[in-house]
């Protein structure tokens, strides 16, 4: 079984903290692009296999009209063996989705939304740049319940600037409230090459010599509000099962858990990476030369059905960066992923995957992070202890082989 990722990478305006593939464009492009992205499925090498999971992200999915949604939908059920108890997913942020759409979307086979609210405070999403108010999610989120939608997510983000440990909590008790399935949390992270980056990405404005600058908040509230996180999440019924995703019993996101657990996944549209039968690869992120590739219509009827047609030679110049893991990468890439999940990895079934008995690849890393009290082992299971997960990144890069 694999899992299929569709990357739509328009939105009406770049946040000012995305360094995401995502950009506004026009409605001809997202028309073409559609056009580009059926072929590319018609195209894909993995045909015929059986899809656990679909998730269309972004960008701006929801900037799509349902009837582009549905030409994509159709084009993978045609192309592809949909399990009956498929999760198909999609990425909405609100302002750009009315009822109509979103019924639409629901009846077009999505049955899990994800979406972008980042904080129910105004201020701090005006700051962020988005283009929506908390009461514009209000209704996307009620209208999303009201055709249907009995699973989602919300995404928010801590430590942005202006924000206050108290303004957090009210965002994330705002949110509980509506008694959402799922919920991502990420702290700010200031990525070169945004406008956050111009702001805040030399050091020396966090403590800003710039007295118009919103501050960002210092690193006690950065940390207060992590805690706060899984404190208040965990009263509400959510249990954290990777790094920053919270659930209800029963709702985790199969789809991640597919690229954190090592399954096949393969991927359309630009910039997306796949993963399937051991290597990986990536498709080429210029959306012109993307477009050039896939955008065979007009020849389409006479070059499909020429015998010496190669939908592979369109594959060829859209995937880059082809790779095929060795053992040592492999073995990296599990615990990386593995360990991001609370419940951590099965040490039996890395020997059996690898044939290796995990003491033997990692033994005195393992038991210095036991005796740090960062890891921990629990029968079969190898996990980070919640001091561990506070410092995952440090621990993390100590099982590069
Ligand atoms: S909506 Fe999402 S993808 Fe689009 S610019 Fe904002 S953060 Fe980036």
């Known amino acids: 079984m694999i899992s299929i990722y569709i990357h739509i990478p328009f939105c009406i305006k770049k946040c000012a903290y995305c360094d995401f593939l995502s950009f506004p464009s026009n ?70 989705v009315s009822e109509e759409k979103l019924s639409g979307f629901y009846k077009a086979g999505i049955n899990r939304l994800s979406i972008g609210l980042q904080s129910a405070n105004d201020n701090e999403l005006k700051y962020l740049g988005r283009i929506h108010t908390f009461n514009q999610f209000l209704f996307t989120y009620n209208t999303a319940r009201k055709v249907g939608f009995k699973n989602i997510n919300i995404d928010l983000m801590s ?35 945004t406008r956050f980056y111009d702001i805040y990405g030399d050091s020396a404005c966090r403590d800003s010599q710039f007295s118009d600058v919103v501050k ?92 010496d047609f190669e939908w592979g030679i369109c594959n060829k110049k859209t995937h880059v960066d082809i790779h095929e893991l060795s053992i040592n990468e492999k073995m990296e890439e599990y615990m990386f992923v593995g360990l991001r999940l609370v419940k951590g990895i099965n ?20 038991d210095r992070y036991i005796d740090m009290d960062l890891m921990k082992l629990n029968g079969e299971w190898l996990s980070l202890t919640e001091k561990g997960i506070d410092v995952s990144n440090v621990v993390l890069a100590d099982f590069l082989l």
């Open 347 to 366: 040490i039996t079934c890395f020997q059996k995957v690898f044939k290796k008995d995990i003491r033997d690849v990692y033994g005195k890393v393992i």
């Open 27 to 96: 409605e001809d492009t997202i028309e073409k692009y559609i056009d580009c992205l059926c072929n590319e499925i018609e195209g894909s090498e993995a045909t015929g296999e059986e899809v656990g999971t679909i998730f269309f992200g972004g960008g701006t999915p929801s900037i799509l009209t349902v009837r582009q949604l549905n030409r994509v939908m159709d084009k993978i059920k045609e192309r592809f063996n949909l399990n009956g108890n498929c999760e198909a997913t999609l990425e909405c942020n609100p302002g750009t």
């Open 216 to 307: 960002l908040p210092d690193e006690d509230a950065e940390r207060a509000m992590y805690y706060m996180t899984k404190e208040v999440l965990d009263r509400f019924g959510y249990h954290r099962y990777e790094i920053s995703n919270y659930a209800k019993e029963g709702y985790e996101c199969r789809h991640n858990k597919v690229y954190w657990t090592g399954g096949d996944y393969v991927s359309f549209g630009i910039g997306a990476a796949s993963f399937y039968k051991g290597i990986r690869y990536n498709n080429i992120s210029d959306v012109t030369e993307y477009m050039k590739i896939w955008d065979i219509e007009e020849r389409l009827e006479t070059e499909k059905n020429r015998p």
């Open 159 to 193: 430590a942005v600037p202006g924000q206050t440990t108290d303004s957090f909590r009210d965002t994330l008790t705002s949110v509980v409230a509506l008694n959402p399935e799922h919920l991502s949390v990420y702290s700010l992270i200031i990525e070169e090459g």
